[in-house]
């Protein structure tokens, strides 16, 4: 069986660093908010290229962090894709504030700029771009739409880990971004576990109380805040990871280039990257109207492939928005994502293509 991610083979490749991250941890005895997580905060900002970031309990908190911060809460909407991770719509309503579903480019499966500007009302508080699949949203066009109806830009980065876009990396290009380091992701802790990123000294400051019981000193409480921090544990782990990333994210673009070049000639809809956008390709997501019977005869192959999403956030029972949302309906009937794991046996690779040309004739 070719797995859709082999989550075992990436994570034994570090065994030994991260047994020794496990002792090094345990003989500090110390596990929140010590050395290992300020250190991976102090080199992520420096992977991210950006000033400040915060490690919080995983992404849904990121995301939610950010919005309490910057006072959005009931009344108050937040433009969000309508094809996306259900997580992205969740951390607005968590805030008490509405989301606001805006369609997808069909091309690039990304926030459509365009037609940003019809959903913004005088309550819109926020945008929340989500990097899709490991490619950057076309973030010029955002914050210059941002910036004229003064609005703040919350990248949700968690699919998306040392992307760039025109070549600066994910994370600094809007006012703040959020990442999750949930086991599968590009870079992945060995539970859950999440960071903001920002150049806002403010925002960073207010992150650093909020997800600590609302205190900046011990047992003085300045608001009324949470508790969502990374812990020393996953922090010591995600070091030993963030030092391979940037390798790990190459052995992704050499697959995603061979599925690329292998698929070109049969009748799958293939992703489509903009000259500006570097892609570590968290998943690789082809096309057909036949998805479902594709999705079988590879089962039937011995390969696994996995949906994002099934459903949109708008058709969920937790939203069950009687709106339509046409497109985003049409990707979650016809996506579907091939395996894919950093430094997977080109064997693989080459068997997913040839069962892939041989089906979709
Ligand atoms: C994974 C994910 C999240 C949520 O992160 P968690 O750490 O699982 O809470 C948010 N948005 C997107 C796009 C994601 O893929």
Redesign the pocket.
């Given at each position: 069986m070719i797995p859709f991610l082999d989550i075992k083979s990436v994570n034994n490749r570090f065994r030994k660093e991260l047994h020794a991250a496990l002792d090094r941890v345990l003989d500090s005895g110390w596990f929140v908010l010590g050395k290992e997580v300020e250190a991976f905060e102090k080199e992520f900002a420096g992977y991210c290229q950006v000033q400040y970031c915060m490690g919080v309990?995983?992404?849904?908190?990121?995301?939610h962090l950010v919005l309490q911060a910057w006072g959005v809460g009931p009344g108050d909407e937040v433009i969000v894709p309508s094809n996306?991770?259900?997580?992205?719509w969740l951390?607005v309503s968590q805030v008490g504030a509405t989301p606001v579903a805006v369609e997808p480019d069909p091309a690039t499966y990304n926030i459509d700029p365009l037609q940003i500007e019809a959903a913004i009302t005088p309550r819109t508080k926020a945008i929340i771009p989500?990097?899709?699949y490991g490619q950057p949203a076309d973030m010029d066009a955002v914050m210059s739409i941002a910036k004229k109806h003064g609005l703040k830009v919350l990248e949700?980065?968690?699919?998306a880990h040392g992307a760039r876009y025109r070549g600066k990396r994910v994370g600094g290009l809007g006012h703040a971004a959020?990442?999750?380091?949930?086991p599968?992701?590009n870079l992945g802790a060995l539970g859950?576990?999440?960071a903001i990123t920002t150049d806002d000294v403010q925002l960073a400051d207010k992150i650093k109380s909020l997800r600590n019981y609302g205190s900046a000193v011990k047992y003085q409480h300045d608001e009324k805040g949470f508790n969502s921090r990374l812990d020393e544990l996953q922090a010591a782990f995600l070091r030993v990871k963030l030092a391979v990333l940037d390798e790990d994210n190459a052995s992704r673009r050499t697959i995603a280039s061979a599925y690329l070049k292998g698929l070109k000639d049969c009748s799958l809809i293939l992703p489509q990257v903009p000259s500006w956008a570097e892609p570590v390709w968290?998943l690789f997501v082809v096309r057909s109207p036949k998805r479902d019977q594709l999705r079988e005869r590879l089962l039937g192959l011995g390969m696994e492939t996995l949906l994002?999403y099934p459903m949109p956030p708008h058709a969920q029972p937790a939203y069950g928005l009687s709106k339509s949302y046409p497109v985003a309906e049409e990707l979650s009937r016809e996506v579907l994502s091939l395996p894919l794991t950093p430094h997977m046996p080109e064997e693989n690779i080459n068997k997913v293509i040839s069962a892939c040309q041989m089906i979709g004739k």
């Open positions: 309990g995983n992404g849904l908190e990121a995301l996306t991770f259900i997580a992205t951390a989500v990097h899709l949700d980065a968690a699919q959020a990442f999750s380091f949930y599968g992701k859950d576990g999440g968290h994002h």
